[in-house]
């Protein structure tokens, strides 16, 4: 049952959340990734917590997370935790307090529970594959805007350049937050209307975030329209688009413009 995971989950959450703070604007040793990204101390430490609480309550599970390298017995496992230690890594280096914990438990392609924690600002969202999506306990809704005018969308700036939509780039009120994750998350909790990744993105990313937002009656896809499906091999997905239904089906029709046809 996804309950327990999800109580599971919470906990190492918060558990871990503390762990971050601890490093949180004191000048946490920085290095360099070979994909040129960056990784702190920080984000060792809460990995390695969180490596122990989660597998330490479920060792028949597998482990698939973005500061381990990738061990391909989880693909046979029956249930797999998906684990971004801390997603927006940038945004805890630079002291701003929205950086994310991003934690799953996925089963069958499919993510079962789902918790993102932003220890800096105590905000927990959380869902199961049949529960409602919640913040600090409290149900969270999506947003019902229809269309694209006057829509607020999460997303960077090259992603509206012009080559990126045959069906014209669609006018509306572009934000950006560093996490993917929150940014799934403040989708769920209808504070924006969408979001939109084009490139390629880590599961670790949208595991969580990405059932929280749909659990929120938002519609979430890859950047195709497609089902997202989890632990896979390689652990990506083609982007990620959520919005509240409408909108989604807007944006995806500005993106395919022929595949609406």
Not at 106 to 122: F, H, I, K, N, S
Not at 194 to 209: K, S
């Amino acid at each position: 049952m996804p309950e327990p995971d999800l109580q599971l989950l919470t906990d190492a959450a918060r558990a871990a959340g503390e762990i971050a703070l601890r490093f949180w604007k004191r000048d946490p040793q920085v290095f360099i990734k070979a994909d040129q990204s960056p990784v702190t101390e920080a984000d060792l430490a809460v990995n390695a917590l969180l490596s122990d609480l989660l597998l330490g309550a479920r060792p028949d599970y597998g482990w698939l997370s973005e500061e381990d390298a990738d061990n391909p017995a989880r693909l046979d496992a029956e249930r797999v935790f998906i684990i971004d230690p801390i997603d927006g890594t940038r945004a805890f280096i630079n002291g701003e307090d929205t950086f994310a914990l991003s934690l799953a438990v996925a089963e069958g392609g499919r993510v079962l529970a789902g918790v993102v924690y932003l220890p800096a600002l105590d905000r927990l969202y959380s869902a199961t594959a049949q529960g409602p999506a919640l913040k600090n306990g409290a149900p969270i809704h999506a947003s019902d805007r229809a269309g694209i005018e006057g829509a607020t969308l999460l997303t960077s700036h090259p992603q509206l350049a012009p080559q990126h939509w045959p069906g014209g780039v669609p006018d509306l009120k572009r934000s950006f937050r560093t996490s993917l994750a929150y940014r799934l998350c403040l989708v769920a909790e209808g504070r924006h209307d969408g979001m939109l990744a084009l490139r390629d993105t880590w599961e670790w990313d949208i595991a969580a975030g990405g059932l929280i937002a749909a659990r929120a009656g938002a519609r979430v896809t890859d950047r195709h329209g497609g089902v997202l499906r989890f632990n896979a091999a390689p652990p990506q997905s083609p982007g990620v688009l959520a919005a509240a239904p409408g909108l989604h089906a807007a944006l995806l029709a500005r993106l395919q413009p022929l595949a609406q046809g």
